[in-house]
């Protein structure tokens, strides 16, 4: 894990976003697909919305995903396992970049064939408190013709795209990169979340 780590820092350095192939183990993988499928049985599953608190709304021509937050009070041990990876991570961006990142919240992202997240930037208009966007995927066997790739518009005109394939792990920093999600043409299923600052 140290290794994938310190190439996670040097890329953020470097460039202010990372793409890691499996990242995460194949068994803990497959426990929060598992995860996701039971929030799904279990009707915890809500339409995404944009914008926070008094200007949240539903707005599914921007985005049409279903989402679940990670609850602090009923955590399933692969997710408490994914979060302790997290906050190594979140150790380390702390000790080389100085973040001062004290926490990080996450949901699962559930897109249905044709779904889509159209081109935006993590941070709110009126806070600033993410700072690091993660991205982390649950889809097997994922061929390039399904689609739903991730796409980060880079400030240079380029473009890094991103196929959704279990186990790849994908950061940057939310205040610098828009992004969007490509449709696919089947079920697309990943964890989101970001590491914040306090405000």
Known sequence: MKNKVDAILADIDKQGWTVQK????????QQL?????SLRDEGKLKHAGVGRERDFHIEQSIRNDLISWFDEEDLAPAEKDFIA???????????????????VEIHFALYSPNA????????HKDQDSRVL????YLNDNWDEEDGGELCIYLKNGQRVIVSPQAGTFV??????FEHEVFPAKRERASITGWFRKRV
Do not use: M, W
Request: charged share 20%; with cysteine.
């Open 171 to 176: 950061c940057f920093f939310s205040a610098d």
């Open 133 to 136: 966007t993660v991205v982390t």
């Open 85 to 103: 990876i997290l906050n190594e991570l979140q150790q380390a961006f702390n000790k080389n970049f100085y973040l001062g990142l004290f926490e």
């Open 116 to 123: 889509f997240y159209k081109r935006h930037l993590d941070q």
């Open 33 to 37: 697909q598992q995860r996701l499928n």
């Open 22 to 29: 499996d990242f995460f183990s194949p068994e803990l993988i």
